[in-house]
């Protein structure tokens, strides 16, 4: 009996060592991005880092540690509009990642839109962790706006630029 509690006991903790380090993308990713579907942690949704978006300044660059695998995006908010205001369109954005010294990729392309509580959202440029980016560190992420930043500042106040976990499909 002893030996079958010690053995039952040695498995739950194996099981529960791996869940943990799946869920980070230590070991298993694929498993880990189901386990957060399933059962999300605290702050999947909190970006990873964000800077408000200034007048005249097209280039920020963003220090990023991913927590969990998956989908990440580069988003740009503004303050929930009443009614169902459209996003401003014209925008577009560049992402260039640099892992160790080295460019890793470049992505650039218009956003899709949604409309959250209480912050409108477009998301751009969305990489994978670990299939794309594979560093544990710190990452340096340069994002270029293109368009009028100019007249969507003036307009919404409080713009701000974030890099984010995003959908998994």
């Given at each position: ?22 869920r980070h993308a230590y070991l298993l990713p694929t498993y880990g991005s189901v386990l957060n579907l399933l059962r ?130």
């Amino acid at each position: 009996m002893k030996k079958a509690l010690l053995l039952l006991s040695c498995l739950i903790a194996i099981a529960t060592g791996m869940s943990v380090a799946a869920r980070h993308a230590y070991l298993l990713p694929t498993y880990g991005s189901v386990l957060n579907l399933l059962r999300p942690p605290h702050d999947l949704w909190v970006p990873l880092a964000s800077a408000p978006v200034q007048k005249g300044v097209r280039k920020y660059e963003l220090a990023v540690r991913h927590k969990y695998p998956g989908n990440h995006e580069v988003r740009i908010s503004i303050p929930r509009q009443p009614g169902m205001v459209p996003f401003p369109g014209d925008l577009r954005v560049t992402l260039e990642i640099q892992e160790e010294g080295g460019r890793r990729m470049k992505r650039s392309g218009p956003g899709t839109a949604f409309w959250g509580a209480t912050r409108q959202v477009a998301g751009f440029c969305s990489y994978s962790f670990p299939q794309e980016v594979s560093s544990r560190g710190n990452v340096v992420c340069t994002v270029a706006i293109d368009g009028d930043v100019g007249a969507l500042v003036e307009r919404y106040g409080d713009v701000t630029i974030e890099i984010a976990k995003g959908p998994d499909e």
